[in-house]
């Protein structure tokens, strides 16, 4: 590499500042590589050897971004726990030599900020950041499995308290420009226009006294106080990881350990936890989720481009219209008309917007002006004004199928003849509903999941007439609203509802068999599902399951035909949530089993199976649907059934997604499992061909 290449470069102003610029070449994110360790050295033995200087800023040489932490592909390179460990050791040495100049060290933020980027500018005496939107600080490594290796473990509770540091590292939060000010992670917050004149005029200024939070005295000198930190914090962890993440507890133990032995024996355990957790198998689940999701955002579902979206209709002001008129007016800016039959509609929806963006300006994420222009953007009626200017249309009004024939008629008859007519059903064929369409080509299928401004997921698909400019455009659309779509085929239940079916059926059947609710649930959640399959019911709705059920054996089959207890509930009124009783209660502030549900299904509650041998057998049934809808193209790879179920489900993340999981367990073991179930529990259970065969070729998923 020649100089100029450098991805570490110096400069020097004539009033005694110091300029590091951080210029990965060839690449738009700054991250941290072995590979430039050298020129770290070079440039710190240079900065040691000059005389005269007064201070440093270090800062980014690109546009948007500081740092975005070490290079997760170099991490994943690793073979083993002691090549890792390495890696955060020399991070360590380097940052700890920034911190031990003699002059003062800032830090010149402008975007991500996050993991070893953050660890560095820890390490530098003064933090100045933009208040850009765009900057992010925060240590993220625990959704990667890991632990702030360089350092971040020390040097942030000390900075800012064990409290507060323990909840950004735990969760791996990004934190804003204001809130990073709020909590005294950096000192200033300023626009991005004057932030490097900013920074140079702290690092002219003498090197600041390291500030003790009265936490950091507590923390530092009282043990029994450190004591109850700590355990609150972990019972917190362990209630929402189950001991399924092992990189919380080891966060919590280097932390821990730092406070007592001080930095030098904190930053070596640090490292050593690292080195192990890097070589985790959680890890490299949830690696290959940041991975995917990566290539994702570059896909575009087919080859053609997509048309211009200026204007967005959506018909239906309910919970979905509610919620997809949100993410399109603040998250991909685009004008909203909502259409509904009755005025109530249209408030709902509007009061719905309205809700979110105040909680969002509570917060201080947005201005009242800010809220404001953004209920301007939202507009509604009871007609089709509006709509003659509109490019997509997202319908999202009762599962019917005459009634969304209905829809795509009147827009055929009031929106352009370009006009796309994305329906958001989760259970009626795309092809049926295009079938009342002139123009079949513009109809897609665009399944979000509720609730929409929360889940990441939206499931696109194309009948067999849909035009590749319909798809690319969707997705296009998709992705402005922050959603990662996946494009799946035209088959009952689409993908998701597909593998989640077999796996609430075989819950209910779990149920009937007179398993305790809690019990049951709980075991899903100690398996790492975000909630237990009675309670999503609950969640759901059970008329809604109710609905969707009799479509899915229609089209694929009496394997997916569950117990029959749809009409039982139904008839006693118990929707889920919504009606205040499903087979919890609803009406006090803490939901409790109804256990009168019991008796109406004529169960005698009793613990009878492990939590771990009910897990198995719920998602067992799931793994198998999936590699069917692998097999027949509902979805296009392993990879997009992953994700699929990770956002949309809640599939445990640390497993990697069904497939991933499967290539875990082996595909031969898989088989033996589905094979072991068939027997005891029926038919159902039996492993489809794609599995038997890929298991009789010793193949997986994934190459390893
Ligand atoms: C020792 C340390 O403690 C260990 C660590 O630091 S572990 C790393 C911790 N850092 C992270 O987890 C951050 C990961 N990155 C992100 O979350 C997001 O990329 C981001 C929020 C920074 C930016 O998102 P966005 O603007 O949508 O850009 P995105 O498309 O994701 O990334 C742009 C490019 O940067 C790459 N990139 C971003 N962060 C990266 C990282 N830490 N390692 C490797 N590549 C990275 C992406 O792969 C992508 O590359 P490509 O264009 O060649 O495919």
């Given at each position: 590499m020649t100089q100029q290449e450098s991805a570490f470069s110096l400069s020097y102003g004539d009033n005694g500042v110091a300029w590091l610029k951080i210029d990965v070449p060839e690449e738009k994110m700054n991250t941290l590589q072995s590979a430039f360790v050298e020129q770290v050295s070079d440039v710190l033995a240079e900065l040691k050897a000059k005389?005269?200087?007064?201070g440093l800023v270090v800062h980014s040489?690109?546009?948007?971004?500081f740092i975005a932490g070490a290079d997760i592909r170099m991490l994943a390179a690793c073979t083993t726990a002691e090549e890792a460990q390495q890696l955060a050791a020399k991070g360590q040495e380097l940052f700890a030599e920034l911190e031990a100049l003699p002059f003062h060290v800032v830090a010149a933020i402008h975007g991500p900020c996050l993991g070893g980027g953050m660890e560095l500018a820890l390490a530098c005496h003064s933090r100045v950041c933009s208040d850009d939107d765009k900057t992010r600080l925060g240590l993220p490594e625990v959704q990667l499995?890991?632990?702030?290796?360089?350092g971040g473990t020390q040097r942030l509770p000390r900075l800012i308290g064990v409290a507060n540091a323990l909840d950004m590292i735990l969760t791996g939060k990004q934190l804003r420009a204001k809130k990073a000010k709020k909590l005294g992670v950096v000192d200033e917050a300023v626009p991005h226009s004057i932030l490097l004149d900013i920074a140079e005029k702290q690092a002219l200024k003498a090197k600041p006294k390291r500030k003790h939070s009265f936490q950091d005295w507590a923390m530092g000198g009282n043990a029994l106080g450190r004591s109850l930190v700590f355990d609150q914090a972990a019972k917190k962890t362990h209630e929402k990881t189950r001991g399924n993440y092992p990189a919380a507890d080891a966060i919590l133990e280097v932390i821990k350990f730092g406070l007592q032995f001080g930095m030098e024996k904190g930053l070596k355990q640090e490292a050593k936890r690292f080195g192990e957790l890097v070589m985790s198998p959680e890890s490299a689940a949830l690696r290959s989720i940041f991975f995917a999701t990566t290539a994702m955002k570059k896909?575009?579902?087919?080859?053609a481009k997509p048309g211009d979206i200026k204007r967005v209709g959506v018909l239906g002001g309910g919970l979905m219209g509610g919620g997809i008129s949100h993410v399109t007016a603040s998250k991909a800016k685009y004008p909203v008309r909502i259409k509904d039959i009755a005025n109530d509609g249209i408030l709902n929806a509007m009061a719905y917007n309205y809700k979110l963006l105040d909680k969002k300006r509570k917060r201080r994420i947005i201005s009242k002006a800010e809220l404001q222009k953004q209920m301007m953007s939202i507009t509604g009626g009871t007609?089709?004004?509006?709509?003659?200017?509109?490019?997509v249309v997202v319908e999202a009004v009762f599962e019917d199928l005459k009634l969304k024939h209905q829809m795509v008629k009147e827009i055929e008859d009031n929106?352009?003849?370009?006009t796309i007519f994305a329906t958001n059903t989760s259970s009626l064929p795309i092809h049926q509903i295009a079938e009342?369409?002139?123009?079949?080509?513009?109809v897609v299928g665009l399944h979000y999941f509720s609730p929409v401004e929360k889940m990441p997921l939206v499931e696109v698909i194309p009948h067999a007439g849909t035009s590749p400019e319909t798809v690319a455009t969707v997705v296009a659309l998709a992705k402005k609203q922050g959603k990662t779509p996946i494009v799946v085929g035209d088959?009952?239940?689409?993908y998701v509802n597909r593998i989640l079916a077999p796996y609430m059926n075989e819950a209910a059947s779990v149920l009937l068999s007179g398993e305790p609710i809690e019990h049951l649930d709980a075991a899903l959640l100690d398996f790492?599902?975000?909630?237990?399959p009675i309670t999503l019911l609950d969640e759901v709705g059970v008329d809604i399951g109710a609905k969707i059920m009799p479509i899915m054996v229609e089209e694929?089959?009496?394997?997916?035909?569950?117990?029959?207890v749809f009409d039982v509930l139904l008839n006693d009124d118990r929707k889920g949530r919504k009606s205040g009783?499903?087979?919890?209660?609803?009406?006090?502030?803490k939901k409790s089993v109804d256990k009168t549900v019991y008796k109406l299904l004529n169960i005698k509650p009793e613990k009878k199976a492990e939590g771990a041998a009910l897990a198995m057998r719920c998602s067992l049934m799931m793994l198998n649907e999936a590699a069917r809808c692998l097999d027949e193209g509902v979805i296009q790879s392993a990879r997009d059934g992953d994700i699929g179920a990770i956002f949309?489900?809640?599939?445990?993340p640390f497993l990697g997604g069904p497939f991933r999981y499967m290539d875990q367990l082996g595909i031969k073991r898989v088989v033996e499992l589905l094979n072991e179930h068939a027997d005891k529990y029926?038919?159902?259970?039996k492993p489809c061909d794609k599995l038997i065969a890929m298991a009789n070729e010793g193949q997986s998923f994934y190459q390893a």
């Open positions: 005389q005269n200087i007064k040489g690109k546009p948007d971004n499995g890991l632990l702030p290796g360089s896909e575009t579902g087919s080859d007609d089709y004004t509006g709509f003659d200017c509109v490019d929106a352009k003849a370009e009342a369409a002139e123009r079949p080509e513009n088959k009952a239940g689409f790492g599902f975000p909630v237990g694929l089959g009496e394997r997916f035909r569950g117990p029959d009783k499903g087979f919890y209660l609803y009406n006090s502030k949309g489900i809640g599939f445990p029926g038919e159902r259970f």
